[in-house]
């Protein structure tokens, strides 16, 4: 057995099948193949209900295309998916016009459409986690998405303070700032933000991962972590006064690190997560360790959301190269996280009872 299936297959109890829904993201990228490989393999039915948030001509002119040999069915809205099958829930009647490849207005139209009705079947309980394919975060954008990504769309629609998560089995890095432009990272960094990110990551190392006392590493802002003032001052004016005041309070978080060897030194192997400053910082290393594997997790908000770790990928879309790989392990860490919640609601609604948690 496929080593992600029978790991997911370990968490499995009586309580039955998670509704995973997905929204199906640009029409023109790699989105849809990428979903429909991975529930090409049936096993993924036996203990999840997958519901695809687009329409039943859409999905059968990409299965088509793609040459994807799966059987769906085509319900009018989430509260009447049957267990045991590949649910499409039809969302728009029309044919959009696919082009793949293309950064059309059009695909970014539906994206939209797909995600809205995802997100809204999430907050009235008619699925129980949320996996996001691939948006073009331009074509995207319109009166009702004014956004740089999932990440801030979630954050309006849903409660909590949300976190770019990016995970693995044995990696996790958060993010400062995500979606920023470089030059405006430094001055949106500031105590409120350090505090509330690294609350934030504590919380969700705790109740999505089960780890006791969550350790956490602080990247620096500057090179070298500003080589004490010589090459920028924020480290020393507002990292380094949080962390000391956060460390004096019990919370186990260090640094800053220098950023440049961090990760080929391996020291993240000795935390828990990594906080990182700013986007690439973070992503850059996660993604060269862990592509492929990696998931971005929407921590911090009362709902699970993931997402694979790659974009679009218009070079490749529509001719069935994609590798479905993260998109899988995307689905299977929703489901996971969100066995991981059930059972630490219920562990601590009954303090005298063990709790099951690492370290």
């Not at 009586?14 to 490989?37: H, R």
């Not at 996790?172 to 432009?181: E, Q, R, S």
């Not at 080589?227 to 000391?244: M, S, T, W, Y």
């Amino acid at each position: 057995m496929h080593r992600t299936v029978a790991k997911v297959l370990i968490i499995m109890d009586e309580n039955g099948k998670i509704k995973v829904g997905i929204s199906i993201g640009d029409l023109n990228g790699i989105g849809c193949e990428v979903v429909l490989k991975t529930f090409e393999d049936s096993r993924m039915m036996d203990f999840c209900t997958p519901i695809l948030f687009a329409s039943n001509k859409t999905i059968s002119f990409q299965k088509n295309e793609l040459q994807l040999n799966i059987k769906y069915h085509g319900v009018p809205n989430a509260s009447k998916v049957l267990n045991g099958k590949i649910n499409v829930v039809n969302v728009w009647k029309e044919i959009p016009k696919i082009q793949f490849g293309q950064p059309t207005e059009e695909a970014g139209k539906y994206a939209l459409l797909s995600l809205k009705a995802a997100v809204d079947a999430l907050k009235n309980g008619e699925i129980d986690v949320l996996v996001t394919a691939p948006i073009n975060k331009n074509n995207i954008q319109s009166e009702e998405f004014k956004f740089p990504g999932h990440t801030d769309y979630l954050a309006q629609e849903l409660e909590g303070e949300s976190l770019m998560f990016m995970i693995t089995d044995d990696l996790k890095v958060g993010l400062l700032t995500d979606h920023v432009a470089v030059k405006d990272a430094p001055s949106a960094i500031n105590p409120i933000l350090i505090r509330t990110k690294v609350r934030t990551i504590e919380k969700s190392l705790t109740m999505d991962f089960g780890v006791r006392r969550p350790k956490i590493a602080l990247l620096g802002i500057n090179p070298h972590s500003g080589d004490n003032g010589v090459i920028g001052k924020e480290d020393d004016a507002i990292l380094k006064p949080v962390i000391k005041e956060m460390s004096d309070a019990g919370h186990l978080v260090f640094g800053p690190y220098a950023a440049d060897s961090f990760f080929g030194s391996d020291g993240y192997k000795k935390f828990d997560a990594i906080l990182a400053a700013y986007h690439d910082q973070g992503l850059i290393p996660f993604k060269t360790l862990s592509f492929g594997k990696g998931v971005n997790y929407t921590a911090g908000l009362s709902k699970v959301r993931t997402s694979p770790d790659h974009g679009t990928a218009y070079e490749i879309a529509g001719k069935g190269q994609a590798d479905h790989s993260s998109f899988k392990e995307a689905v299977f860490a929703a489901i996971k996280i969100f066995r991981n919640r059930e059972e630490y609601a219920e562990l601590t609604q009954n303090p005298l009872q063990k709790q099951k948690v690492r370290r």
